[in-house]
């Protein structure tokens, strides 16, 4: 790509004040980290950079903020994840309030950000977005559908995620199994990997004593994960407090209808009773509910795949994302009176 130089630095490990162990090696990777921060601000001097734009990664963050300051720089953090005090390191709760500006992934990223107390004229929303060509729906359909092993006729609900309890694994394990004894051509696939030892174990655990172990596939982590999308007619997860949903816009990019929780950054992405079905949170019954009516009604998945595809296209693409970036680097350069872009084709 013109324009794109790549710096090699090593800021050593993560830091977390969290893990005495993870603490204890970012200090014994302080010298070469100090190396590449002083090779950096040497690069950003050297080049007249005026914006530094970094993740809300602990180390990361921390390493913009330093950058800035010794360039006079501007500061950006771009927030993947809601603020909570509760499990955000020192060095990142830090960073953020030093940083020149908050980039969030959603209105819900941003309005935790807030609620911290974070000021929110330094706070901007740029909505996530994914490679809308690389999801072509059905592509792959009947070859991954015949290596899970499934028929014609079975209806199959997918949930693609790392397996931890706030992604709602257990909680959708426990609707399928409601749903299968109103439609026994239910099927579930469940993709990903496990964020602690012993969770997966949990979950097949959780499907033989429910007695629907014959229904459930655990496909672990896979790198085809279009294909088993295409595979699938359904996408769920009940996540809790998501804070955009990437997984949600991927699986409407291939045509797929969504059930979800209608909290977090959830609904900014899934349109209620258009491109799929949300429900509250504690509200089990209407989590198998809208599982139901979609397991029974082929036509009603392809209504709203079809609406969620559209919307992806419309909101969700890589061009409109720059084309916010690129609005939000001018408003933090030039004030009010910046132009903007045209966020179709991202060009000014």
């Not at 360039?71 to 390191?89: D, K, L, Q, Y």
């Not at 706070?123 to 592509?139: K, Q, S």
């Not at 459930?216 to 809790?240: E, I, K, N, Q």
């Not at 690129?326 to 000014?348: C, E, H, I, Q, W």
Request: with cysteine; charged share 20%; net charge neutral.
């Amino acid at each position: 790509m013109p324009d794109v130089h790549l710096v090699p630095v090593n800021f050593g490990t993560e830091l977390s004040t969290r893990s005495g162990g993870r603490l204890r090696r970012a200090l014994r990777g302080l010298p070469p980290a100090v190396a590449s921060v002083v090779r950096l601000a040497r690069y950003i001097r050297r080049n007249d950079i005026a914006i530094i734009h970094t993740t809300d990664r602990p180390r990361d963050a921390l390493a913009c903020v330093l950058l800035a300051r010794l360039t006079r720089a501007r500061c950006v953090i771009h927030c993947h994840v809601g603020f909570n005090p509760e499990w955000m390191s020192a060095a990142l709760r830090w960073s953020l309030r030093q940083a020149d500006a908050l980039v969030a992934v959603s209105e819900f990223v941003a309005s935790t950000l807030v609620a911290g107390g974070y000021r929110a004229e330094r706070v901007h929303v740029v909505l996530n977005a994914i490679d809308f060509e690389a999801w072509t729906p059905g592509l792959g359909r009947v070859e991954a559908r015949d290596e899970l092993g499934y028929a014609s006729g079975d209806v199959v609900v997918v949930t693609v995620c790392r397996l931890f309890p706030a992604k709602g694994p257990a909680r959708l394990i426990e609707a399928i199994a409601r749903v299968h004894r109103m439609n026994p051509q239910v099927r579930l696939l469940v993709v990903g990997h496990e964020m602690y030892a012993g969770y997966a174990e949990e979950l097949e655990a959780l499907t033989r004593t429910l007695g629907i172990e014959h229904i459930v596939t655990f496909a672990g982590r896979r790198g085809d994960v279009p294909a088993l999308l295409a595979a699938s007619d359904v996408f769920a997860m009940p996540s809790f407090l998501e804070p955009f949903g990437l997984v949600y816009a991927e699986a409407m990019a291939m045509e797929l209808p969504v059930v979800a929780l209608d909290n977090g950054g959830t609904p900014e992405v899934v349109e209620h009773g258009v491109s799929g079905l949300l429900s509250a949170t504690d509200d089990e019954d209407a989590l198998v509910e809208n599982l139901a009516a979609l397991v029974a009604d082929p036509t009603r998945r392809d209504e709203l795949g079809r609406h969620g595809r559209q919307r992806v296209e419309q909101n969700f693409t890589l061009q409109r994302q720059a084309a916010g970036v690129a609005d939000f680097y001018r408003l933090l350069a030039f004030g009010a009176a910046a132009p903007t872009t045209n966020a179709k084709d991202g060009v000014s």
